[in-house]
């Protein structure tokens, strides 16, 4: 996660800094290399599951989970250590909701049926979100895509995911169950 220095008001105007880091987003390291290694991916995907586990515990849901929002740096020997960015969507889990109701937050691409429906976000839905992003690294493809967002939107409500392992056959029968649970509908 990423690291907050301070934050204050000058001049009427809000203000906070925050780490600097050097190094590419999830999404640029996905375009660059198309489909990530197996062991890279794991590497990458246990890594953002700890910053969930620790955001969770603290009640807070972070509702735009996508490779943009994750930075990998280099950290000692590993090029591959991830920094959780943009909690510009984050809520705490029981806040009162500070949207319309009914209106979707997040990119479609990786958001939850749930939060597709206007159900609302829940620690669930940052985890199927963390699902769709583990399928783009193993498979280099988004799972739901169409014309419109509506198509789209039709599709991760009503239509379960290719299989990881049609695109990987090395992947492997728990490591595809495992995605496809993470982006279980319910």
Do not use: W
Not at 69 to 75: R, S
Not at 136 to 152: A, L, R, S, W, Y
């Amino acid at each position: 996660i990423i690291s907050l220095y301070c934050s204050s008001v000058r001049s009427g105007l809000p203000f906070f800094s925050m780490e600097l880091l050097e190094g590419q987003t999830l999404t640029e390291k996905i375009k660059n290399e198309k489909r990530l290694s197996v062991v890279d991916a794991i590497h990458i995907l246990d890594q953002i599951a700890d910053a969930l586990t620790k955001i969770h515990g603290k009640n807070i849901i972070h509702r735009d989970m996508k490779p943009d929002n994750i930075m990998l740096i280099t950290k000692g020997n590993d090029s591959n250590y991830v920094k959780l960015l943009d909690f510009g969507l984050a809520k705490m889990e029981h806040q009162t909701r500070l949207t319309q109701t009914g209106m979707v937050m997040g990119t479609l691409s990786y958001i939850s049926p749930e939060q597709v429906s206007g159900a609302g976000a829940f620690p669930a839905s940052d985890l199927y979100s963390l699902g769709v992003i583990f399928f783009e690294m193993i498979t280099g493809e988004k799972p739901f895509v169409g014309p419109t967002t509506i198509d789209v939107m039709k599709l991760i409500l009503d239509k379960d995911p290719i299989e990881p392992i049609r695109y990987r056959p090395e992947v492997g029968k728990q490591l595809n169950g495992l995605i496809l649970d993470m982006m279980a509908k319910s």
